[in-house]
């Protein structure tokens, strides 16, 4: 499968975290490792891309497949609150729609 994605309206630092975040992908394959990956959006000040995926506006895919919302803390008291997304378990349950139709 190609996913093409295009991503416009962005600043050069924000452009350059997502490249950065696709190089990580890379190096870990590379290294034969398994990390969360991924980058901070802030969607009230700032970080407004528009973004296309394969030509259309991206669609979410999965809602139910379990909690995915969580806080973590770092080296600070503050908490941060993450969203996982783990391929994975998407793939487990295409795996399952495809054998249940």
Do not use: H
């Not at 969607?43 to 999965?62: H, Q």
């Not at 378990?89 to 399952?96: A, C, F, P, S, Y």
Request: proline share 3%; glycine share 6%; aromatic share 10%.
């Amino acid at each position: 499968m190609k996913l093409n994605i295009e991503i416009d309206n962005l600043s050069k630092g924000q452009a350059k975290a997502i490249e950065d975040m696709l190089a990580v992908w890379l190096l870990l394959i590379e290294k034969e490792k398994g990390r969360w990956v991924s980058m901070y959006i802030n969607g009230t000040n700032g970080f407004y891309p528009e973004i296309s995926v394969n030509g259309k506006a991206p669609e979410r895919y999965l809602e139910n497949i379990g909690p995915r919302w969580n806080t973590i803390n770092k080296d600070t008291d503050d908490e941060d609150e993450v969203y996982f997304l783990d391929y994975e378990r998407i793939e487990k349950l295409l795996d399952k729609e495809d054998n249940d139709s």
